[in-house]
């Protein structure tokens, strides 16, 4: 991505997590943002165009952003947990990269849910400065609800014509917590030809 996006191998519950940690020029950096990818199963990494979307944007906004692989994607040990294995997968990274300072989240799809799940579990631990949910997968998954001290914080994107997860599912998850949904007109759920703009959307978000 640029010359300061460094490979790491982490621990996780089921072993070792392939990890890429992207770094703003320089090396200085606000606070860290771990970025989660959508479903291992059908062929979600690290790699994918969204999630490095995602990196690129908080980089450019002064976060560094880690990026890592679910366990059994990659080189990252253990087998697909339905999201169970994964979010104390994420949890363990944030110890190991964010032990302490600013935080953020973000995830896309299936890691937009074992996100939020995680969000879930720190926020009696410690605060969040920014959350940011993309093609939320609430058709598919049973995605917690974000706190309404958080609501401030966050920002959930997702695509009008998405084919993989329907809108509708995200506005019925939203609606009883009262959490805005930022919709994209004409995108669907992987938003080709149109990452410049959740890019520009996201930074908005952090610089907000």
Not at 37 to 46: A, D, I, K, V
Not at 80 to 94: K, N, Q, S
Not at 138 to 166: K, M, N, W, Y
Request: neutral net charge; proline residues 6%.
């Amino acid at each position: 991505m640029n010359a300061e996006t460094r490979c790491l191998s982490l621990k996780g519950q089921a072993g070792l997590v392939e990890a890429l940690l992207d770094s703003p020029e320089g090396g200085q950096y606000v606070g860290t943002a771990v970025i989660a990818h959508p479903h291992p199963l059908f062929g979600g990494t690290m790699q994918n165009k969204v999630v490095q979307t995602l990196a690129k944007a908080f980089v450019q906004s002064g976060w560094r952003a880690l990026r890592f692989n679910f366990r059994g994607v990659g080189a990252s040990d253990g087998a697909h947990d339905d999201g169970r294995g994964e979010a104390g997968d994420m949890l363990e990274v944030i110890r190991q990269i964010a032990p302490e300072g600013r935080l953020a989240l973000a995830g896309f799809s299936f890691g937009a849910y074992v996100t939020s799940h995680v969000v879930q579990h720190l926020a009696p631990l410690r605060s969040l400065d920014k959350l940011v949910l993309v093609g939320t997968a609430a058709s598919r998954f049973e995605v917690a609800p974000i706190a309404p001290e958080l609501h401030p914080h966050t920002l959930v994107l997702h695509g009008e014509q998405d084919d993989t997860v329907p809108l509708t599912s995200v506005l019925d998850w939203a609606r009883p917590q009262t959490l805005p949904v930022t919709v994209i007109p004409g995108v669907a759920h992987f938003f080709h030809g149109q990452l410049p703009l959740l890019k520009s959307l996201v930074v908005r978000h952090l610089r907000a």
